[in-house]
């Protein structure tokens, strides 16, 4: 690790030692070391594929086959993910009393695997852990799902059992409503935060990138760890750049060190 990341590290550990709240922003960026590709980054996945946004999914067959046949594609991919050195670290820094909350963008449920109690996590794009209705929400689970596409050749695409709307990985796709309590907690919480980690993410898609730059007006400060410039990296009063992973482990060591060495 070069001396000026090792130095960022040590002034971060020093404000986090101060600091009354912090929280963690993540985004897919934390979860490549666990072998789920992002979107943005150099690998990213809009560099193969565009994305399906929700009015096509309502309102074309053929996309919402689509849809679904990458979904499934990619399911056993990350139901057996397991958390990586980056979501481990941001447990230890719960644990330690030094991380109040975690918002993610993420999907894959990888900081509750790692640790972190599931109220101390804000989803805010949803969960890709199980199906639900985009009519009434009622919840499926996965199995009931894979059954389904199994037993049906023909390409159809399930419905709700209960009220004929049509089903879809409980993730918030593009055109569709951020929901809305997950998203008043992260503003609220981005508000109090007296430091934010801002965590392998673009800091592209909006509202969720909206949430560092509301802790930069509240006056707090706002780090970024990424591996390549975002598009805030101007509201960062730290810039760590480089592999999550390593960053936060360092951290939290350092944290663990001093806090039993004394100041
Ligand atoms: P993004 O793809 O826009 O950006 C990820 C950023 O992380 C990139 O700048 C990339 O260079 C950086 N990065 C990749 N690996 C890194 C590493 N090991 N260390 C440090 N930085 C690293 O992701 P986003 O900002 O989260 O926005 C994309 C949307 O994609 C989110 O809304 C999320 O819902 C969804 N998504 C989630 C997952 C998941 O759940 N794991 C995966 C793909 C996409």
Known sequence: MDAQLEARIAELAARLRESRRTVAFTGAGISTESGIPDFRGPQGIWKKMRPIELSEFLADPQARR?????KIESYPQMRDARPNAGHIALARLHEAGRLQIVITQNIDGLHQKAGLPEDRVIELHGSNAYVACLGCRRRYEWEEVLRFFDAHSA?????CDACGGWLK???ISFGQAMPEEATRLAFAEASRA???LAIGSSLQVYPAAGVPEQTRRAGGLVAIINNEPTGQDSIAGLLLRGPSGRILTALADRMEQTERLGP
């Open 66 to 70: 689509e849809y679904w046949r990458r």
């Open 155 to 159: 390409p159809e695409c399930p419905r």
């Open 169 to 171: 990985p409980a993730t």
């Open 194 to 196: 007296e430091v934010m």
